[in-house]
């Protein structure tokens, strides 16, 4: 046998190993993303239960019932549950197949998640220029650490947001801008979720006597 013979067969054998399926798998993305939801659940569960221990240690400090703004924290859970409102649109948008409708309410999203923010931050300021800082007392501390960091994730799917809103307006709905739009709606209804069990467990707990 030539030697060119034995490079074709070389060749051929090779070929008998490549992959011609895609390489991604079938909801691959989708499985990944729960089990980091649900990795995220132990931090919330952990936060949670250090304010279940450390809610009522004062140290002398004010209490929630003097430092909690119901009304304010209503407004602020209202524009986040809104903002879960109008992304489930954004979704019924794409999934007819409306590029145009899909940013729209897209864009509503993320100010209503703006504007929730920045009634946190508010908050926070406020709280702090009145000498309520997270190293008063095990209260605010906690406080602060469970707060923050739901606010630090809203943060995030907002640039997640206006991420994904570039790549529609590039590429459209392409299968994965659907995907990805299937993705941050699972984390943002997730953050509407914790945000109730906040509410109802720091707020509206916190100014019982």
Known sequence: MSDTSILHASAADDARFI????????????????????????IFACLFAV?????????????????????????NTAMLLFSSITYGFAMLESQRGRLRGTLAWLVVTGLFGLAFLGLELYEFHHLIEH???????????SFFA?????????TFGVVWLVTLLFQLGRHGLIPENRRRLMCLSMFWHFLDVIWIGVFTFVYLMGVLP
């Open 19 to 42: 992959v011609r399926e895609p390489l991604h798998p079938e909801n691959g993305t989708l499985l990944g993303f729960w089990i980091y939801l649900m990795s995220d659940c132990l």
């Open 51 to 75: 304010y279940g221990v450390q809610g009522r240690a004062y140290a002398g400090g004010p209490t929630g019932a003097d430092l909690f703004d119901l009304p304010l924290v209503a407004v």
């Open 131 to 141: 000498g309520a800082g997270p190293w008063r007392s095990a209260f605010l501390s």
């Open 146 to 154: 469970l707060v923050g960091t739901h606010g630090l994730h809203v």
